[in-house]
């Protein structure tokens, strides 16, 4: 059993409160099985350069980190330490320090049986392990200062996700939002969040802000939202929307996904033994059907770039490649493919390594009396296939004898 808990640092929780303007939001996750804590801070508004042997961020010296520890207690009251991570040192998991390019400090470790806490963690295994959903548990973290030498930013920890089915709902800040088992719905709103989805089948939205979305095991429902995010895990048979924004998404799993880029100029990454359907929506999208090029037998895939002007790459199995509208970059990459184009889909296209031995153009909509042989023409860098309207396909370094009427389908 698993259990996570969100962390909001502030001054207004401190005993008695102060005025203090730094901030933090962090989050605990317990592990009933090894009997252990992972947490992860992103903390703002203090300064750990000095006591880390780095430089300090301001002149003052007041807004200097002396120490950070857990406490005992429950909100409103003082409470003992039961496990620090500066004065006294522990384990080097328990302290990993990282300034951020925004002036922000990400503060994360584990705590565990083996660490010289002043109380052991299994003393609190009970309440960590078993707390409800929404319930808040007599411990806290708290982050003391040379200014706030009692405490400067503390959180009490509230239980937000457990190995049921939940529904995690982050802040407008950088939320790391795990849904653990079960099947959850994910919401990350605003803010540049971490979200994993973990076991089960999850809808997961990342909202506004730059995401890193990990959909876990599961057949997960993504949705990327507003902002250049990275979709990645995709353990089941998912399905992908990108939003809008500058997506990565890219997996590599024995199932297959769906997965369309939306707006945005979007990279687009499958995996090589499943059937995936790609999608890039509107942008310039770079989509690669496999993960690894040289292995032996990918599965086929189906690619399409939709508006924009994409770069398509497919596998070395049966792929369907349609460019769509704008001026498209293919490549079959062995195989038997199809390369669908449509009359309601103009642009300039091209074709980089077509075999007339076994692909195949497929013609939609140009009407049954178009010929395309009739409408091949050489090319200096390849058979050119006149598409009217200003719309053609250049077949790189092959010449428009070596073409037959195997190698195109005409549907009205």
Do not use: C, K
Not at 23 to 29: A, P, R
Not at 183 to 205: K, M, Q, S, V, W
Not at 299 to 307: E, H, K
Not at 371 to 399: C, I, K, M
Request: without cysteine.
């Amino acid at each position: 059993m698993s259990t996570a808990f969100r962390v909001v640092l502030e001054g207004t929780q401190e005993v008695p409160p102060n005025d203090s303007t730094a901030s933090g939001l962090g989050t605990v996750v317990f592990d009933s099985t090894e009997i252990a804590a992972s947490y992860t801070f992103r903390i703002e508004g203090v300064d750990y350069g000095p006591i880390t042997g780095g430089s300090a961020q301001t002149p003052s010296t007041l807004d200097d980190v002396i120490s950070t520890h857990f406490h005992n207690q429950v909100r409103g009251m003082n409470g003992p330490v039961v496990f620090g991570q500066i004065n006294p040192a522990q384990d080097e998991d328990d302290l990993n320090i990282a300034l951020n390019a925004d002036g922000s400090w990400m503060v994360s470790g584990r705590w565990e049986t083996t660490d010289p806490a002043s109380v052991p963690i299994t003393d609190f295994a009970d309440e960590l392990g078993s707390a409800p959903v929404g319930s808040e548990i007599p411990i806290y973290f708290n982050v003391h200062t040379e200014q706030f030498q009692g405490g400067e930013i503390r959180g009490q920890l509230i239980a937000i996700a457990d190995d049921n089915d939940n529904v995690v709902v982050g802040t407008p800040g950088d939320d790391f939002l795990p849904g653990l088992g079960g099947n959850d719905i994910i919401r990350g709103l605003a803010g540049n969040d971490r979200l994993e989805g973990g076991d089960g089948d999850d809808i997961i939205d990342g909202g506004e802000g730059d995401d890193d979305i990990n959909t876990g095991a599961g057949n997960d429902l993504v949705f990327g939202g507003q902002g250049n995010d990275t979709v990645g895990g995709m353990a089941g048979s998912d399905t992908v929307f990108g939003g809008a924004g500058d997506d990565f998404i890219a997996w590599n799993d024995p199932t297959g996904d769906v997965v369309f880029g939306d707006a945005g100029n979007d990279t687009l990454r499958g995996g090589d033994v499943a059937a995936d359907t790609i999608f890039g929506g509107e942008g310039d999208d770079l989509i690669r059907a496999v993960a690894n090029q040289q292995l032996a037998d990918h599965a086929p895939d189906r690619l399409f770039g939709d508006d924009g002007n994409d770069t398509i790459i497919g596998g070395n199995a049966d792929d369907t490649i349609e460019g769509g509208a704008g001026d498209d970059n293919l490549a079959g990459f062995g195989g038997a493919d199809q390369f669908v184009f449509r009359e309601s889909e103009p642009g300039n296209d091209l074709i980089v390594d077509f075999d007339v031995t076994q692909d195949v153009v497929v013609l939609e909509g140009f009407g049954a009396d178009f010929d395309p042989l009739d409408n091949l023409s050489a090319a200096p860098s390849g058979a050119t296939l006149d598409l009217g309207e200003g719309s053609q396909v250049v077949f790189l370094g092959l010449l428009a004898t070596e073409f037959g009427a195997s190698n195109f389908l005409v549907t009205a």
